[in-house]
């Protein structure tokens, strides 16, 4: 159910694309053989999607400052149709914010909006106090504003949104993406940031409520009908034939899972959640579920003049029949010249050593759903946010073992604020390759186990579903972390 027409969405969204400055420009593509002299990105591939860095207004080199501000915006999502959103400095998503691994990134953060908000960097290992987690402190009032400041530990694709209310305003366009890198790792590819979500809105360009169709809309999880990459409908990148390309892919989407396929093509995810894997793991599709990220290695192959589609493919996370079996289109990519050579994907990408969990202390954590007054209410071990919170503790330096288990008919994805943990074992049997996460898809009826080691980072810490209707609903609990 696709309200556009390509080719005139891609020819006026190339004329207005935001800076021809790339992130290909900064990232070099794969490396050629001397005498290839066309190997390698085209100038301006992904022109139609490509995000300008936020300036670093500080000229240390290893500080990163940068200003955001969380205000009321008309945004145009297609030509001559503009939405007022919330967003971040007026964009949607909210402007790329980049970093080197062991930078300090000092965050000057204003809230223009009608109500308080804060800013959680999903995925990033912060001390309590910047996590935004807007529980206990640092919830920035209308009129407020507030320095996040702190070091970025590890390289990988990560991103940023409310944690107030955050289904509402994550649904209303706060959201942006924020990449940490390390110049020490290998380069795979000519590389892009593509942020995913959808949005819905009505005939007069007024958002959807957050609040559509009440307690059911919350169940199911709302899903806008419009398909969103970096704000665009149905954008397109231009590829040479056989050139790797290289898509940091974040689903920042309030409850859509995303089933990433390219007919005819592997995916290679060479990173997840917490930067790169021990090795390159190619697959037909990629899932993607809400908060989850994705570094994905695509070689384009087919005849000059021919376009590939990158599609979400149907997946029932829920009980729904015709409501989640169609299949959507995200992106182009136009096969514009040949004969690029991407060179051999290096067999191992790091190592990633295997948590010692001798001495870890188990808990038990479930999803599960219950009833109050007739309206269902979602929660964790019982328990529902936020009047009765699910709760556990831990102490620094503890490794401890999640059972991770999911008692309710339907998926929903499991996330933890400030740490990054291993997966263990997924119904009963370990992962192929060894890689860190943050975010991590429980589905219907099953269970996984995970090991997480708590560092010098004491306080409160947030466990949820990240479609955030559920955690809306009460499937949010706290993890406390004392000394
Ligand atoms: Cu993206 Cu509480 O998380
Ligand atoms: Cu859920």
Redesign the pocket.
Known sequence: MTHFHGAQVLLLSALVACGSASDSAKVSSAPTDAGVEDAGALDGWDREVAQVPLADEDPAPDVVQVTLEARVSNVEIEPGQSVELWTYNGSLPGPLIRAQVGDKLRVHFTNLLPEPTTI?W??LEVPADMDG?GVDQGIVAPGDSFDYEFVVPHAGTY?Y?P?VN?SAQ?WRGLYGALVVDDATQPELGAETVLVLSDISFEADGVITSPESNGSLGDFFGREGHILLVNGRVLPTLRARNGDALRLRVINAAVSRYFLLQVDGHLLTRVGGDGGLLARPEARPEVLLV??ERADIVLVPNGKVGSTLLLRAAPYSRFLCGAACGQEESLLEIAIVTGQGRAPALPSTLRAIPALDMGDAIAQDIDFTQGKVKGDPVLGINGQAYPENPFELHALVGQTQLWNVGNATDYDHPF?L?GFRFQVLTRDGSAPEVAEWK??LNIPARSRAQIGVQFDDRPGMW???C?I?DH?KIGM?GMLHLTR
Do not use: K, R
Request: net charge negative; no cysteine; glycine share 10%.
């Open positions: 959680h999903h995925g987690a991103w949104h944690h955050s994550v809400p908060g996330h604020h943050d975010t947030m466990i949820h990240h955030l955690a949010m």
